[in-house]
């Protein structure tokens, strides 16, 4: 660690890209790509948010994908070959679906609608799942810069895809699936580069193999109804795709752009919590509201709330990808059985929403507010499953960077046990009933964001002789555990390394005693004159 970093952050944009930046590559917003394509073929330009029943279509053939997918995965985990065979099939039905679409456009009498979109679904649900297998090297901030960016330039050039002609966002259709493929072969050779100098994120954990049954029924019946309601808000009042304005598809495209960025800037730039309630509770208030805006069947007052509930759409895809992330970073089952599982859940009920509106379009007034009254129900109800951080119980979700979640007592036992050794050190503690937050007076660094961080070159980290490196392999320390190893051997007190490492005492002295447990010693001065042998 450089001596920047083991002072106390300075949380501003410089800080930030000094931090973040010099191990970051381009490569690493390819999900921003696929983004972009599915922006061309699902949603027909953005003049219409949802192209109607070629992309319930296109989806209910990922959900299918994703099926049988799964099924080989729980039989044997996917080799790499085996994965990157898959990604080059996914990439050919992309381009194929493409040119299917294209031709389709060209000659409507041709019957290549539904041809096209399967090869679409079938190849999305691999051609985007790949990504998983990437970011699940990545540490969570810097997931979380990579999750957010994309999703922030993927609205940007939909901008543009919304003005072009349609035969030009064909074209650029056919190049993306290609195009993603090597941006995800190039991320993976940047991450085994950085590896090879010794930057490399602590391996996924297991922690939530101990997580109650009840914990999945929440998370199934909360997204379910979310994702069913969202479809059905799709299509209200009569059926028919949301039309948007070219006015309120540039507000779409910026507010999704500026929530991707305000996340990034909160959480990375300023140093802030970034909590899965919060968000979870603003993407359902924003969808709540449109919906009673559509409810007023106004030209303009409807049309923002169709706006609200495009930005919604939008935005859960980014989220519920990182949501993913840090779900199957500590859940030893291959990374994509977790991205399928809520991707399923989300695609399936959305698009079952949207068959129920299409369906139902033919309702008359009486109907229809009986239908924005069951939509304000269903998600009364998901408020009530997901409301707050409580669930997870072993582990929050996003728990690097939440700022101060409640941590339960699974947690504390967690930790005790070192199941789990990568939180955020401002959290409330159930025990201390009324006490102040652990490290209250500033925003701190998490117990691993510099190893999952990359912050400098490889020379820079390692220190003289690579005593540190030799321990951590040798003994099976952690890199923070090296950390205060190296303090200790100097005969710096808990209190002192508790400043220099942005810790707060009672971390200090769990970490304490893990290194003495792994070392066989039981003093200081054991651990001076270990160190001294090396």
């Known amino acids: ?18 931090r973040y930046l010099p191990g970051f590559s381009f490569s690493f917003l390819g999900t921003g790509l696929v983004l972009v394509w599915i922006q061309c073929i699902l949603y027909a330009r953005y003049i219409w948010v949802d ?6 279509a296109i989806n209910f053939a990922r959900c299918g994908c994703i099926v049988v997918l799964g099924a080989v995965a ?6 790499p ?3 990157n065979v898959l990604g080059w099939i996914s990439a050919g039905l992309m381009t194929l679906g493409s040119l299917l679409f294209f031709v389709q456009s060209l000659f409507p009498s041709l019957p290549f609608t539904l041809v096209a979109a399967v090869c679409s679904g079938v190849g999305l649900a691999w051609g985007g799942g790949m990504w998983i297998t990437f970011y699940i090297r990545l540490g969570l901030r810097e997931a979380l810069l990579a999750a957010f960016a994309s999703l922030a330039l993927s609205t940007v050039i939909g901008i543009f895809i919304g003005i072009v002609e349609e035969s030009t966002a064909f074209f650029v259709s056919m190049l ?3 195009v993603t493929l090597v941006m995800y072969f190039q991320a993976q050779k940047t991450l085994d580069e950085r590896e090879r100098r010794g930057i490399v994120a602590p391996p996924p954990d297991d922690v939530y193999a101990a997580e109650p049954r009840s914990t999945i029924v929440r998370l199934v019946v909360g997204i379910a109804l979310f994702s069913f309601v ?3 808000s799709r299509g209200f009042p009569f059926g028919e795709s949301i039309k948007l304005s070219p006015v309120f598809h540039l507000v779409q495209h910026l507010g999704v752009t500026a929530a991707g960025l305000g996340i990034i800037w909160w959480t990375l730039v300023k140093g802030r919590g970034f909590k899965f309630a919060v968000l979870w509770q603003a993407q359902l208030a924003a969808l709540a509201v449109g919906v009673i805006l559509l409810s007023t069947l106004d030209p303009l007052v409807s049309e923002v709330g169709a706006t609200l509930i495009a930005i919604t759409n939008l935005f859960q895809v980014g989220f519920l990808w990182f949501v993913s992330y840090d779900v199957a970073r500590h859940r030893a089952l291959p990374p994509y059985l977790i991205l399928g599982f809520f991707w399923f859940l989300h695609l399936f009920f959305r698009e079952s929403g ?19 009254a069951t939509m304000i129900c269903l998600l009364a109800v998901s408020v009530g499953f997901l409301l707050t951080d409580s669930i997870p119980r072993v582990r929050p979700l996003f728990a690097e960077v939440c700022g101060r979640c409640r941590f339960r007592t699974e947690t504390e036992t967690a930790l005790r046990e070192g199941r789990l050794t990568s939180v955020d050190e401002r959290v409330w503690r159930p025990e201390e009933h009324g006490a102040a937050p652990l490290a209250a007076a500033a925003p701190v660094a998490t117990a691993s964001a510099a190893s999952r961080v990359p912050t400098a070159p490889a020379a820079a980290i390692e220190p003289p002789f690579d005593r540190e490196a030799y321990v951590r392999e040798r003994y099976g320390l952690t890199n923070r555990e090296a950390e205060v190893l190296m303090l200790l051997a100097e005969g710096r007190s808990s209190s002192y390394i508790a400043g220099e490492l942005v810790l707060s005492d009672n971390t200090v002295r769990s970490y304490v005693k893990n290194i003495y447990q792994k070392l066989d010693v039981h003093s200081k001065q054991d651990v001076i004159d270990f160190v001294k042998a090396l």
Do not use: N
């Open 1 to 18: 660690m450089s001596a920047t970093e083991q002072q106390v952050p300075s949380w501003d944009f410089k800080s930030f890209a000094a």
């Open 51 to 56: 192209s109607g029943l070629t992309t319930v």
């Open 74 to 79: 729980l039989h044997r985990a996917f080799s």
């Open 81 to 83: 070959r085996f994965e």
């Open 176 to 178: 993306l699936p290609m």
């Open 230 to 232: 969202l479809g059905v």
């Open 354 to 372: 949207r068959l129920a509106m299409w369906w139902l379009g033919d309702a008359g007034g009486a109907e229809q507010m009986l239908i924005v």
